[in-house]
């Protein structure tokens, strides 16, 4: 078995910052792509930032200059760094992984997801 679990969200006025991470457990070989996705209330869930196991990365538009994500390939940690933070970045943001089990099998696993709220 596999779990993500997410942490670090908070309340937060606009213009401050906050590091979410996820941490990776369970039968892992290895990590692919690590990715950040979010959704606010009322709209479909979209991808924040993705990082692969070189460290090659994206960004939403929305995002770029603001967040930076990176991760710890030995200890299956990812994070997100957000500064700058806007009242429409409020949202549950949820880690993903594609994770290639001992199996040798590759599996897409989600986190329980964590609140960030942004106050003008």
């Known amino acids: 078995q596999v779990r993500l679990v997410e942490s670090g969200g908070g309340l937060v006025q606009a213009g401050e910052s906050l590091k979410l991470s996820c941490a990776a457990s369970?039968?892992?070989?290895?990590?692919?792509?690590m990715d950040w996705y979010r959704q606010a209330p009322g709209k479909q869930r979209e991808l924040v930032a993705d990082?692969?196991?070189?460290?090659?990365?994206n960004y939403a538009d929305s995002v770029k200059g603001r967040f930076t994500i990176s991760r710890d390939n030995a200890k299956n940690w990812v994070y997100l760094q957000m500064n700058s933070l806007k009242p429409e970045d409020t949202a549950v943001y949820y880690c993903?992984?594609?994770?290639?089990?001992?199996?040798?099998?590759?599996?897409?696993?989600w986190g329980q997801g964590t609140q960030v709220t942004v106050s003008s």
């Open positions: 990082i692969s196991s070189g460290g090659s990365t």
């Open positions: 993903h992984a594609e994770v290639v089990r001992l199996s040798r099998r590759t599996y897409s696993y």
């Open positions: 369970g039968d892992i070989l290895r990590i692919n792509a």
